[in-house]
């Protein structure tokens, strides 16, 4: 388990005021609890179970459930503790509702349900995907950080999902574009796969492109000139044919940086020039990066310096609240808070998970 931040009570006189959130993650094989005041995380509780599924190379739904259920206890409470505050001291408790695995998201969203009833909180049920586009607004006691202005064009790019909204408000937005396959995460850790290198592979292909030619293979740019959608199954294709051509030469050890770098230039090609894309023609000047993907530096790099070139505003969530993380569910949830989004009563204890992606089309 890691505490990623840890609570020091320094925070702004001001603050002291604002609802102190617990949010809950548990959506796929994070279990995470955070305690967020106006923004400013006071804590952030990630247990990981990478090193579980990674034997598999993938999430095996059944087992990341029974880890969320045997975590989730000592994760909220380390949340608490960590920030220094008690269950009695909480105004609402946030929880993610989803998309998600199902029996992934009822731990995280029964627990949610059970603390707020037995103390009568309101629960707000935050959607995944929006709160991690909400995540570059997130603080630290003592941090000042500049946060985005609403519209903004906001790119979402994880392992399970790729998609581009249109954020009118705190969790309110409609969708752009998305993936009709694979979502970029998935891309990077199957052709990580391919190449040999650990689960989940996004970071070692970041790693190995650092040292490689992005120009060594031409891989294909799928539907990049066509609308706001993505397509990654072809590239994962076309990296593989490279990848077999390379072990038949017996090539492929000293080519892996190259095709690691060309790989994550195709991938990165795509996603900046489509959420670039979609600001021009919403005719919006700021853009936002999250999901564990934006970690990747060469998306962090040229979305910035593009975004900058095109005269727009680019926010990219801090790294640790890029991959799943309960801080930005905590985060969203206090503005759903304030906006009504809390449920208490007969509502609070039908509260549902939902399992895929609520499309709301522009
Ligand atoms: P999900 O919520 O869909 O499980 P996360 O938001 O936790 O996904 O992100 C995990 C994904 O992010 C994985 O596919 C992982 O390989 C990818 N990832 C993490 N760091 C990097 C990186 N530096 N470059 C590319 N991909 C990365
Ligand atoms: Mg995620």
């Known amino acids: 388990m890691s505490a990623v931040l840890a609570g020091n009570n320094s925070e702004d006189v001001a603050n002291v005021a604002a609802d102190l959130v617990l949010g809950i993650e548990s959506s796929c094989d994070e279990t995470a609890a955070a305690v967020v005041r106006g923004g400013v995380v006071l804590s952030s ?3 990981s179970q990478v090193d579980i599924h990674a034997i598999y190379g993938g999430v095996v739904p059944e087992l990341a459930s029974r880890n969320h259920l045997m975590a989730i206890r000592g994760v909220v409470g380390e949340a608490l503790t960590s920030a220094g505050v008690g269950l009695a001291d909480l105004t609402a408790v946030a929880v993610t509702a989803g998309p998600g695995l199902a029996g992934c998201l009822l731990v995280g969203l029964e627990v949610g349900k059970g603390i707020a009833y037995a103390r009568g909180l309101p629960l707000v049920c935050v959607d995944h995907i929006k709160a991690h586009v909400f995540a570059p607004f997130l603080t630290e006691p003592g941090v000042v950080r500049e946060a985005p202005t609403y519209p903004y064009i906001a790119l979402a790019v994880s392992g399970g999902h790729t998609s581009i909204f249109e954020m009118s408000g705190p969790g309110e937005g409609v969708t752009l574009g998305a993936t009709i396959d694979d979502a970029a995460g998935e891309c990077f850790d199957k052709i990580a796969k ?33 609308g706001l959608d993505f397509s990654f199954s072809g590239l994962k294709t076309a990296a593989r044919l490279v990848w077999e051509r390379l072990v038949k030469d017996g090539t492929e050890q000293a080519q892996q940086a190259d095709l690691a770098a060309s790989v994550q230039a195709a991938i990165v090609e795509v996603l900046v020039d489509k959420t670039l894309k979609a600001a021009r023609e919403r005719g919006i000047k700021t853009v936002v990066a999250a999901g564990g993907v934006a970690c990747n530096r060469g998306l962090r790099r040229h979305l910035s310096e593009r975004a900058k070139r095109q005269g727009m505003r680019c926010f990219i969530a801090e790294p640790r609240y ?6 930005m569910v905590a985060g969203l949830g206090a503005e759903m808070l304030k906006r009504g989004s809390g449920v208490t009563g007969k509502a609070l204890v039908e509260a549902d998970i939902f399992v895929t992606q609520r499309r709301k089309r522009a």
């Open 45 to 47: 509780v990630i247990s």
């Open 194 to 226: 391919l190449m040999g290198l650990p689960y989940p592979g996004g970071m070692h292909i970041d790693r190995l492109a650092a040292l490689g030619n992005p120009e060594a293979f031409d891989l294909p740019r799928p539907l990049q000139n066509r």
């Open 322 to 327: 890029c991959s799943d993380n309960a801080a």
